[in-house]
């Protein structure tokens, strides 16, 4: 097709009418390390990949999860350094409407702007898009949810997703055994699972990252040791 | 004369048992010549939520108007309405904004928060707030309207009572204040309806 010679300029239509840089931008996504989400009845889990470049990595000082408020947390599928940029200002984001309304902001506003600063950087001159896909997830006054966010800004609320290199195999086990009632505690069993089926190697509390928000709200990263705990009861 | 007696006004809202009622007068001056006698100072946010402006009428309807405005977006974004507390925070933040070249105003907020449970709260022209769990006043008449009220306050009216109470309170603090008065505006909110009434005082 004729792609090729539109796909040096983001801000150029191909003659199909598709935006070259972002197809390209979700292929950094889909080389990346395997992420996933799964929302229950009462919370929702995230978790992804932490497979280092070599053993000399102090594995604790990287954190690939991260929180956003109290109550929104955030993983990514991409490029790592871009990541940070958009947790730093959805940080920022989801203070100042603190500091307008003094209400934790909605878990949907948050998705929303974090996805208009992803779009902003797919119709600007001289920027390329993220390099990521995130999945975001919550707890506030409408429940447990959870949210992908993609490179080119639009977003999507899922029941359970993954992201990354593992994507079809693990999005079909998700379906398999994803139910509509399923507990917390199951659906951290059920994402360890379906991380361990496209995982290279020995799983362990130090190469994979699990979070969970429960009905108190609170966004917890579960420890090393929380993590090899849960790895036990699957076993 | 202060810039905010330059039009003449009196607020207040007070609470009731799980209700309230927030009320003015309707005078409109310009220093001490009567404009208007059918000015109205508070303005409907939705249906649990009033908002009064008392002081400066041109920059309590520029006030008024940016809040409607923010308001709107919100329900829009939101899908819901703002709670009384974080509208109080919206103004108080929109008023600060302005600090050092303040909107003249004086605004009361009364609505019916999280439980059907009452909330008022008064700020001054850039934005500090306070909150009340008995009544807050505004305006030309503020002083008088303190002493009148603080005299016949009693926690927990219902809805007539409370109508009864505050209407004698706004009517005789005007009276002792030239530059409000002409009748009042009285709305009585509970979590089922709104009554909206006129009161017919001293016309001077």
């Given at each position: 097709?004729?792609?090729?010679?539109?796909?040096?300029?983001?801000?150029?239509?191909?003659?199909?009418?598709?935006?070259?840089?972002?197809?390209?931008?979700?292929?950094?996504?889909?080389?990346?390390?395997?992420?996933?989400?799964?929302?229950?009845?009462?919370?929702?889990?995230?978790?992804?990949?932490?497979?280092?470049?070599?053993?000399?990595?102090?594995?604790?000082?990287?954190?690939?999860?991260?929180?956003?408020?109290?109550n929104?947390?955030?993983?990514?599928?991409?490029?790592?350094?871009?990541?940070?940029?958009?947790?730093?200002?959805?940080?920022?984001?989801?203070?100042?409407y603190h500091?307008?309304y003094k209400e934790q902001i909605p878990v949907?506003q948050?998705?929303?702007?974090?996805?208009?600063?992803?779009?902003?950087?797919?119709?600007?001159?001289?920027?390329?898009?993220?390099?990521?896909?995130?999945?975001?997830?919550?707890y506030d006054d409408k429940g447990?949810?959870?949210?992908?966010?993609?490179?080119?800004?639009?977003?999507?609320?899922?029941?359970?997703?993954?992201?990354?290199?593992?994507?079809?195999?693990?999005?079909?086990?998700?379906?398999?055994?994803?139910?509509?009632?399923?507990?917390?505690?199951?659906?951290?069993?059920?994402?360890?699972?379906?991380?361990?089926?496209?995982?290279?190697?020995?799983?362990?509390?130090?190469?994979?990252?699990?979070?969970?928000?429960?009905p108190e709200k609170?966004?917890?990263?579960?420890?090393?040791?929380?993590?090899?705990?849960?790895?036990?009861?699957?076993? | 004369?202060?810039?905010?007696?330059?039009?003449?006004?009196?607020?207040?809202a007070?609470v009731g048992k799980n209700c309230f009622?927030?009320?003015?007068?309707?005078?409109?001056?310009?220093?001490?010549?009567?404009?208007?006698?059918?000015?109205?100072?508070?303005?409907?946010v939705h249906d649990r939520l009033f908002i009064?402006?008392?002081?400066?009428?041109?920059?309590?309807?520029?006030?008024?108007?940016?809040?409607?405005?923010?308001h709107?977006?919100y329900q829009?974004?939101e899908e819901r309405d703002m709670k009384p507390e974080t509208f109080a925070s919206l103004v108080?933040?929109?008023?600060?904004?302005?600090?050092?070249?303040?909107?003249?105003?004086?605004?009361?907020i009364a609505g019916l928060s999280d439980g059907d449970k009452p909330f008022i709260c008064?700020?001054?022209?850039?934005?500090?707030k306070?909150l009340a769990k008995?009544?807050?006043?505004?305006?030309?008449?503020?002083?008088?309207?303190?002493?009148?009220?603080?005299?016949?306050?009693?926690?927990d009216?219902?809805?007539?009572?409370?109508?009864?109470?505050?209407?004698?309170?706004?009517?005789?603090?005007?009276?002792?204040?030239?530059?409000?008065?002409?009748?009042?505006?009285?709305?009585?909110v509970t979590p089922t309806e709104v009554?909206?009434?006129?009161?017919?005082?001293?016309?001077?």
């Amino acid at each position: 097709m004729g792609d090729s010679q539109y796909s040096f300029s983001l801000t150029t239509f191909s003659p199909s009418g598709k935006l070259v840089q972002i197809e390209h931008a979700l292929t950094a996504v889909g080389s990346g390390q395997t992420s996933l989400g799964i929302k229950a009845s009462n919370g929702v889990v995230i978790a992804t990949e932490k497979k280092l470049p070599s053993i000399l990595v102090d594995e604790a000082s990287v954190q690939k999860i991260q929180s956003l408020t109290p109550n929104i947390g955030v993983v990514y599928s991409g490029m790592g350094p871009d990541f940070r940029v958009l947790v730093r200002k959805s940080r920022k984001q989801a203070e100042q409407y603190h500091m307008l309304y003094k209400e934790q902001i909605p878990v949907t506003q948050l998705v929303r702007e974090t996805a208009a600063v992803m779009q902003e950087f797919t119709q600007s001159g001289g920027v390329r898009p993220f390099g990521v896909s995130l999945l975001v997830a919550g707890y506030d006054d409408k429940g447990p949810q959870l949210y992908q966010v993609d490179p080119s800004g639009s977003y999507f609320s899922w029941k359970a997703s993954a992201m990354g290199k593992n994507v079809s195999n693990a999005k079909t086990f998700l379906e398999k055994r994803y139910t509509d009632d399923v507990e917390l505690e199951d659906a951290v069993h059920t994402a360890i699972l379906t991380l361990k089926e496209g995982f290279e190697g020995q799983i362990s509390g130090k190469n994979i990252e699990i979070a969970t928000i429960g009905p108190e709200k609170i966004f917890k990263v579960l420890t090393p040791a929380e993590i090899d705990d849960y790895l036990g009861e699957v076993e | 004369m202060s810039i905010f007696e330059y039009n003449g006004s009196a607020l207040v809202a007070m609470v009731g048992k799980n209700c309230f009622a927030i009320a003015s007068d309707r005078r409109l001056g310009v220093q001490l010549q009567t404009i208007a006698t059918d000015f109205q100072r508070i303005s409907k946010v939705h249906d649990r939520l009033f908002i009064g402006l008392s002081g400066l009428a041109t920059d309590a309807q520029t006030l008024h108007q940016r809040l409607m405005f923010r308001h709107k977006l919100y329900q829009l974004r939101e899908e819901r309405d703002m709670k009384p507390e974080t509208f109080a925070s919206l103004v108080s933040a929109l008023l600060y904004e302005k600090r050092f070249g303040p909107y003249f105003c004086q605004p009361v907020i009364a609505g019916l928060s999280d439980g059907d449970k009452p909330f008022i709260c008064t700020t001054d022209s850039i934005g500090a707030k306070e909150l009340a769990k008995d009544f807050v006043v505004a305006g030309t008449a503020g002083d008088s309207l303190y002493g009148a009220c603080e005299a016949m306050f009693k926690p927990d009216m219902e809805p007539e009572e409370l109508f009864e109470t505050l209407s004698q309170a706004l009517l005789a603090s005007v009276d002792r204040d030239c530059l409000s008065g002409w009748g009042g505006h009285i709305y009585v909110v509970t979590p089922t309806e709104v009554k909206e009434c006129t009161l017919k005082g001293r016309m001077d």
